[in-house]
C-alpha cells in the first residue's frame, strides 16, 4: 500500500490506474479505523479494481464545541489495518492540503432539506462541513464508485444528493451497520465510553429495535417516539432525538405510511454522542 499526502502524488497513482482501464474504489474515513470502516474496504474491493482509503479528520464538520481536537488519531495503526484489508492507496492529507485558503475561508456547499433536519439541526454546520469535504475528496480522487456506512444513513443522502446535483459520474455503495456483538454500532466515539457507559451504550440500539418492535405491533409512531426518548432517559442518557422516518428523504411519514421507514437516534451518554439506525424493512 502507498501512502501520500498531497493531490499531486494521489493524482499520478489514480491517472496510471485509469490509463490502464482499471476501476477505482474509494471510501473516506477520519480514520481510527474499526471492523466497521475495514468492511467498506472489502466492499469497495467487490466493486473496483484499486481501492483509495482516506483518513482525514475534517475540522469544517465539527461545531465550536465538538471534539474536533481530542477525535482520536491512529495513522500508523490504520494504515496497518488498511494493508490487511487490501486497501491499495492511503491518501492521508493535511489541513493544508485539504483548505489551502484555511477552514475558516474555505468554500461550502449547503445541501439542503435533507441536511437540515436531524443531526443538521443538532449540528449547526456538520453538514456543510461534510458535503463540502466528500466534494473535494471526490474532485482529488476521481473514484468510480465511493462506499459509504449506513451508520451515517443522513449523510449518505447528503451524499447522494451532492452527487446528483453536481452530476458527478461516480456510484455510491452503502454498507451495512458493523455492531459489536452485544449490538453497539461500532464508532471510533465509542472509545470515549468509560466502562461503566460501555455496559449501558447497548441501549440506543435496543430502543431502535423496541421502536421497530412496537412499530410492527400498530402503535402510533409519535407514541412511540416518545416512550423511546423515555427509555434512553432512563438508562442515563441524554436523547436529542428518536424518531421514525422514510428512509428516502427523513420525511415524516403519513399516519398509514408502513414500508420504506427507519428509525434513527441520536443520544448523549456523559460526553459522548452516539448514533444510530434501523431499517424497518
Ligand atoms: P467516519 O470515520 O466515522 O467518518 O466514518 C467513515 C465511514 O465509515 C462512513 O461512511 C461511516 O458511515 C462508515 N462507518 C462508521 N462506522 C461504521 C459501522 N459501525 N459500520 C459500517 N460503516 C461504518
Known sequence: MRTVGDIRGLRAVVQAWKKEGLRVGFVPTMGNLHAGHFSLIELARRYADRVVASVFVNPTQFGPNEDYTRYPRSLAEDSVGLVEHGC?????????VMYPFGPEHALRIHVPDVGDTLEGAHRPGHFDGVATVVAKLFAMVEPDVAVFGQKDCQQLLVVRRLVRELALSLEI??????REPDGLAMSSRNRYLDAH??????????TLQWMHDSFVEGHALHAVEGAALRRLQRAGFEPDYMVVRRAADLGIPAPDERTGLLALGAA???HTRLIDNLAFD
Open 173 to 178: 455503495v452503502t454498507g451495512p451497520i458493523v
Open 197 to 206: 457507559q460501555r455496559t449501558r451504550a447497548p441501549e440506543l440500539h435496543a
Open 88 to 96: 491499495d492507496v492511503l491518501f492521508a492529507p493535511t489541513v493544508e
Open 268 to 270: 448523549r451518554l456523559g
